[in-house]
């Protein structure tokens, strides 16, 4: 029997129009856009099927619009009889997990990623922080370039993504001097990236701690399936691990090869990527071929990718 994952984007793979060749052949899908609509008053459908994409790409509106479009998705496989074992996210995807897995209602989370966008984009003013993607470097060198750059300010590591690709984040002139050291140490490219805030940095810790507060707001249950949490690469089996998970979350790395590692390890030997885009399918491709591993890799993102889903699994 195969065994499968669902795993889920995070900010990035956003596009204006994501969805809606879904939204116009399944009932479901309408009916999770209008879900999303009526717990933000909010225009989901509009956001998502039209923009302007400057509005879309706001962290605030960005975070529920991929997670309302990859529940969408989500519905679909399921109403399909499409369903996995083990499930994850990349950052704001483990929210999607975490809906998969019934441990968070879908209109509970879709609130919450709102606030988080908004508490993340507040946490810093504009201009302090940044990220740059890195590709190319071992993950033992970058870190010790990171160490020696620390000097000029905060710069972390925020994403391990796959083998060859990690982004950095914090404070603007420490991650220029991380950059030129990373350079000096045979890194292939270093190039900041066009974000809005350090993410995934200690910088963002009054975001973690508001996100607290919002969290105990909510009710949260025993997940059904395990989640792999970003933090620690380790399984969410317990509803009182998640609070906790999610707020470290905001400050801290995302272990997505040591998630996607785990996973393998577990005997997945088809990972589906539920929502807008192809890059963890792409971050899983390569992690698996470092690992040793044998992975199918597919992705729900529009009518043909779905139909080529329900052909292979079915």
Not at 99 to 104: E, F, G, H, L
Not at 229 to 254: D, G, M
Not at 276 to 304: C, H, M, Q, R, W
Request: glycine share 8%; proline share 4%; hydrophobic share 45%.
């Amino acid at each position: 029997m195969t065994k499968l994952a669902f795993v889920f984007p995070g900010q990035g793979s956003q596009y204006v129009g994501m969805g809606k060749e879904l939204f116009d052949n399944f009932n479901i899908v309408k009916d999770t856009f209008e879900e999303a609509s009526d717990s933000l008053g909010l225009d989901m459908k509009k956001l998502c099927f039209e923009g302007p994409e400057d509005i879309l790409v706001q962290t605030e509106n960005t975070q529920p619009a991929i997670l309302t479009t990859s529940v969408a998705f989500l519905r679909v496989l399921l109403s399909e009889g499409v369903d996995c074992s083990i499930t994850a996210g990349l950052s704001l995807g483990e929210y999607g997990a975490l809906v998969k897995s019934k441990a968070i209602k879908f209109t509970d989370a879709v609130k919450l990623v709102k606030k988080r966008g908004k508490f993340m984009q507040e946490a810093v003013p504009l201009g302090i922080g940044t990220m740059a993607a890195i590709l190319g470097l071992e993950r033992e060198v970058l870190v010790k370039c990171l160490e020696e750059s620390k000097e000029y300010g905060i710069v972390e590591a925020a994403n391990f993504n796959s083998p060859g690709q990690i982004v950095i984040s914090g404070e603007v002139k420490a991650v220029e001097a991380a950059i030129k050291k990373i350079s000096e140490a045979g890194a292939k490219k270093a190039v900041l990236l066009p974000v809005s805030a350090p993410f995934h940095s200690s910088l963002l810790k009054p975001a973690g701690d508001n996100l607290k507060i919002e969290l105990n707001n909510i009710e949260i249950f025993d997940p059904s399936i395990p989640v792999v949490s970003n933090v620690t690469a380790s399984k969410l089996l317990a509803k009182e691990e998640i609070a906790p998970a999610l707020v470290k979350q905001v400050s801290s790395s995302v272990l997505w090869h040591d998630s996607v590692k785990l996973m393998l390890e577990e005997e997945v030997s088809t990972f589906i990527e539920v929502g807008p885009g192809k890059a963890l399918s792409a971050f899983i491709k390569k992690i698996a071929k470092t690992e040793g591993y044998k992975a199918n890799t597919l992705n729900v993102d529009d009518l043909n990718s779905l139909k080529s889903v329900l052909n292979t699994i079915k």
